[in-house]
DNA sequence: GAAATACTTGAATAATTGTTCATATATCAT
DNA sequence: ATGATATATGAACAATTATTCAAGTATTTC
C-alpha cells in the first residue's frame, strides 16, 4: 500500500500524489534551469527570516490583519507590513481587503508542507 | 487508503508516516517555541542561496569531491568550500576523507524532500 | 470637512552575507 | 625534503537585508 505510492515519491517521507506532477520530472533532470535555482533559492531565501516564519505560523489556521500581526509578534505595524509584503512578493501569502483592514491568509498548502518538512529536519536527534 | 494515510498528515501534498512523530505535535502548537522558529529560520535561509542550491542539487545521487563541484559549478574551489561549510554548519551535507580528497554527500532525505516541495510551489501557475 | 485608524511606502542605517584573495594545512609523488 | 594538488580559513569588500522613522494613502466616524 505504502509502497504502491512511493512508486511516485521523491523520498519516504515526503510523498507526491499528483502523477503527472512537474516537480518529478524536474527532478530526475541532471541540471536545473538557472531559473528554477534562482527562484527555490528566492522561495527558502523568504521563508529564511524568523519574523516571516512566524508570521506564517500564525496564519496557518486563520487570517489575520496586520494589527494582529503586529500585537501578536509584538513588532511596528510598519515592519510587519513590509515583511508581508516579501511574503506576497513570493505567493507565500494572499490578502483581502476589508474597511480599513487588510486581512493576511496563507496562499497555498505547499508553505505548511515546507513547514512540516522543515521541523522534521530541525527536530530530529 | 489515501484517507487512512492523510489522518496523519500535515497536508493533502506531504504525507508524514512516522506516527509518533515530534513534527504533527509541534505542529498543533499555538506558539513555536523561539528555538524552534530560530533553527526553521536558519535551515531555510541555507537553503535559500543559488549556489547552495546548485550544491546540493548536484549531490543528489552521488557524492562529490570539493574540485568536482568547483569545475560543476565553475566557481573556485574556496568558493565551494565556504558554502559547504555553511551547508555542513547546518547538517545538510555530511562528509568523507579519502586521500586529499574531501568526499559530501547530502546528510539525509530531508533535503530533498524540501527540494521537491519548494519545487510543487515554484512550479505552479 | 476634520480627526482618527489601518496600512503602505521610501529613505536611512546597522547588520549580515557571498565571493575573492592570500595564506595555511594536509596528502601524495618524486 | 621539495613541489604539486586538494581543501580550509581569515580578512576584506561589495551587495543585500531587516528594522526604524517619517510621511503618504485610504477608509471610517464624528
Redesign the pocket.
Known amino acids: 500500500m505504502v509502497a504502491e505510492l512511493k512508486e511516485k515519491a521523491i523520498c519516504d517521507i515526503c510523498e507526491v500524489f499528483n502523477p503527472d506532477n512537474q516537480v518529478v520530472e524536474v527532478m530526475k533532470e541532471k541540471e536545473l534551469a538557472d531559473e528554477v535555482v534562482y527562484d527555490l533559492a528566492e522561495l527558502f531565501?523568504t521563508m529564511?527570516?524568523?519574523?516571516?516564519i512566524k508570521i506564517l505560523y500564525a496564519l496557518k489556521e486563520r487570517e489575520l490583519?496586520?494589527?494582529?500581526l503586529?500585537e501578536l509578534l509584538e513588532?511596528?505595524?510598519?515592519?510587519?507590513?513590509?515583511?508581508?509584503?516579501?511574503l506576497r512578493n513570493n505567493k507565500l501569502v494572499k490578502?483581502r481587503?476589508?474597511?480599513?483592514?487588510?486581512?493576511y491568509s496563507l496562499d497555498d498548502d505547499h508553505v505548511m508542507c515546507l513547514f512540516g518538512q522543515g521541523l522534521e529536519h530541525v527536530l530530529e536527534d
Not at 48 to 52: A, K, L
Not at 65 to 68: L, T
Not at 75 to 86: D, G, N, P, T
Request: with cysteine; glycine share 6%.
Open positions: 531565501k529564511g527570516d524568523p519574523t516571516r490583519c496586520v494589527c494582529d503586529s513588532m511596528s505595524a510598519s515592519a510587519i507590513s513590509h515583511q508581508l509584503r516579501v490578502y481587503k476589508e474597511g480599513r483592514s487588510v486581512y
